[in-house]
Every structure is written in C-alpha cells, then in structure tokens.
C-alpha cells in the first residue's frame, strides 16, 4: 500500500514523499483439528474474530474448499462433504478483508474411513405393486453412490444415498400405463436392479402438428393462425398454457374417432410463438412443445417432376430453407416480394430427390416436400 500525507483543506496538496507500507496477513488459525464425520471431512479450530469486519476462514480438502464464520468466541467449524475413503491433504486460512492479505495456510492429512458396502435393495414400490404414473422410489445402497431410477424405460431421476446409504427418488414418471419395468441403478457401483410394477390408467394422446404464423395457399392468399391437432383415448380433454403463464387454458377434446384439433385464425392468439406446456385434464404430467412456422408453399417445380441438375423453386410463404435430403444440403430462399420467395437449388445428381422446404430449417412436422427425378441427360 503506498501513502502520503497531505494538508487538509481544499486542493489536499501533497506534502510529504510516498512511502510504501506492508500490510501483514492475517493471523494463522490454530488449534485446528481435522476429523473423519462419514464420507465427509469436519474442520475445526480457531483464528482471529473482529466484531466490525466479521471475518472467516477458509477450508480446502482435495480440490474441494468451504467459507465460514468465525464465532464470537475465536472457533470456526467446517464440514467439507462428499469426500471419498482415503487419506487427503487439507488446508485452512484466515480470509483476509480489504487489502489486508489472506494469511499462510496450516496444512495437514485426514484419514477418511471407506464406505460400507451397501448392496443395492429398492424398498418401494414393492414388486407388482399398483401405482400412479407419478411415484416415489426409496431404498439403500453403497453411502454418498448416485442412484438412478426410470419407468417403461422413460425419462430418468436420480438421487444420491445418504451417509447411512438411504435414497429417495420423488417423482419418477411413466409414459405407459399397465406392467412395466421399473429400472434401478447405481451409477457407481454399476449395480441394477429391475422389477415389475403396476401402472395405473391414464390418458393417452399425441400431437402431429403445433403451429402458429402467417400460413399461404397456393394462390398466395394468407392468414395468420393457431393450429394443433393429433390423437388421444376417445373423449380425452387437453389443455395448455404458454411457458411464462401458470394458468391452464382449454386446448381440444377427442372425438369418438380419437381425433382433437384447435383452431383458432382470430386474435387475440393463445398458442403463439415459443414453447407451451400440454396436458391431459387430470393428469398432472406435462409435455412441452414449440410451435412451428406454417410450412411454406412450393408452386414450382411440381411433386413428380422431371428437371435438370439445378432447379430453380418459387412459392409463397415468409422464407424457405430448402433441404436436399439424401445428402442434407440446404439452400436458403430471396425475397420476390412481400409474400413471394425463390431459390436455386443445385447441382442434383441424376436420380430421384426429395427436397424438404422449412421456414426456420428445424420444423418437425411444417414441412413441405416435393419429389424430383433429375435426367441424367440433362446435363
């Protein structure tokens, strides 16, 4: 730190040379005792407290550090978790405050025990027992391994044993309903364990189609519309909401044939851009889809046709990104005018080609394709 002094008064003139101070670091801790808690490391010990600064020391073991207080009364004491079996070199420091530097580290070892060796044992759900499509999972295994758990082979939930080897999953959830399998594993001792289970009825459905835009004809007229559509059990009602809302709003139900379509081509628009949560009523597990830009309109060429090795496509829409599908090429279209579009796209080898025209290039189910054969004469 360099200082000088000055008259005090306006101006502050400097009136003396500058003269470099060293600040010393902090006091050392002491008394500091390292211990085994079970898979974890506790640090205690003392170091200097000041009551206007409220300073704290800092504990490393491994490549694993914690910050805490210093009491009143001079002691500190740290629990550093999740450390294996072994022996491991710690270190602890007074944390320094202001320009005032940390100060030197007392450093030592601490032995910690190896885990028992728990083998992996599901609890609950018991085998072939009736559960709802949302269950709990509990059971034991090797202390602080990471469990991993997952119904009709879906989506997966995990959990990390405790030091006594106890776990508990919350919510796993199943896409099927009936027998399926309940898989368990222990991502660190590569145990697995799989049993039966009873799933409880449950709405089923699907959606084909999310769409929200500007959507063209093929005489170039557009309209700006909110469209879903797909299949569920006969009479399943759905709903849906945007992804910064709370609130559920009606969506479709199924007819008879199991078929549900929404609608809607009049502001104000509640499917819009961005990704929506959909449900089933009465079923409190949702899945999320994006809408997708109305798939652009292809006037030329026509599905079927034959046409050299370069093409050059026209058709309506706000965009299209063409894709050559056996090759995954990809040929972005120029505006004509406001609602118009062209692009060439090229060179084909002779053969057949699909070519999928998108607005954003990643629409799953807005997609327009048409077949080409190009004549390998046509050169």
Known sequence: MKLYATWSGQGNPRVSDIVEVVIPAMPQPYDVIASDASLKVRIQGRALYSSGVGNSVKA??????VE??????GRFDLIIPNVPGGTHNYSVVTKGYYDVPDSAAVRGTVTVGSPPNVPLM?????????????????????????????????????????????????????DLAGEVSLRIENLSTDEVEIRPVVVAPFPQWTVTQFTFGNAFNQEGES??????RGTADPYTALEFRRAAQTDYLPLATA????????????????????????????????????????APVITSPLDGQQVATTVTFTGFGVQAILTVESD???????????????????????????????????????VTRVNLYVDDTEQ
Do not use: C
């Open 223 to 228: 309209k700006r519309v909110s469209l879903a």
């Open 255 to 294: 007819d008879e044939q199991g078929a549900w379509q929404y609608e809607n081509s009049n502001p104000p628009f509640d499917l819009i851009q961005g990704p929506h949560f959909v449900r089933a009523i009465g079923d409190d597990v949702s899945r999320s889809f994006t809408s997708e830009q109305p």
């Open 68 to 73: 805490g207080r210093v009491k009143a009364d």
């Open 122 to 174: 599901v609890i609950f759900p018991e085998v072939n027992r009736p559960i709802g499509r949302i269950t709990k999972v509990t059971g034991v295994a090797t202390p602080n391994s990471s469990i991993q758990a997952s119904l009709a082979e879906g989506s997966t939930a995990s959990a990390t044993a405790n030091a006594a080897g106890h776990w508990q999953i919350d919510k796993v959830v199943s």
């Open 328 to 366: 995954g090429r990809q040929f972005r279209s120029t505006r004509v005018d406001a609602k118009s579009w062209r692009a060439e796209v090229g060179p084909l080898s002779p053969g057949v080609h699909t070519i999928a025209g998108r607005v954003m290039g990643t629409e799953v189910w807005e």
């Open 60 to 65: 490393t073991v491994g490549t694993q550090s």
